[in-house]
Nanobody, 122 residues
Framework: QVQLVESGGGSVQAGGSLTLSCAAS???????MAWFRRAPGKEREGVAF???????SYADSVKGRFTISRDNSKNTLTLQMNTLKPEDTGVYYC?????????????????WGQGTQVTVSS
């Protein structure tokens, strides 16, 4: 079992930055790790995934603004969010898949954190 715990959420004005972190209870080497978010009234959507630091993918809405990275020695996943917009508001979830990355469909990920709230005001 993999337990995931997110941290780093908060409130920020548009144009600001936040860094989210996700700590895993066991080694996630070889796992695909991802960030998802759920905006108010909307379905959960994929933000970015990472298999190695050279194999990443981003949703079009965050390309050029968000950076996903991982530190396998510390079992941590990070999402650096810059130039934040009000539409980035939502609960952000860390997720893990025991395999190579297969895209950003929530159904492909078997382990989830509880989420951390990000609020961007205009």
């Amino acid at each position: 079992q993999v337990q995931l715990v997110e941290s780093g959420g908060g409130s920020v004005q548009a144009g600001g930055s936040l860094t989210l972190s996700c700590a895993a209870s066991v080694s996630t080497y070889g796992y695909c790790m991802a960030w998802f978010r759920r905006a108010p009234g909307k379905e959960r959507e994929g933000v970015a995934f990472i298999y190695t630091n050279y194999f990443t993918s981003y949703a079009d809405s965050v390309k050029g603004r968000f950076t996903i990275s991982r530190d396998n020695s510390k079992n941590t996943l990070t999402l650096q969010m810059n130039t934040l917009k009000p539409e980035d508001t939502g609960v952000y979830y860390c997720a893990a898949r025991v395999s190579t990355c297969g895209g950003l469909r929530p159904v492909n990920y078997g382990y989830w954190g509880q989420g951390t709230q990000v609020t961007v005001s205009s």
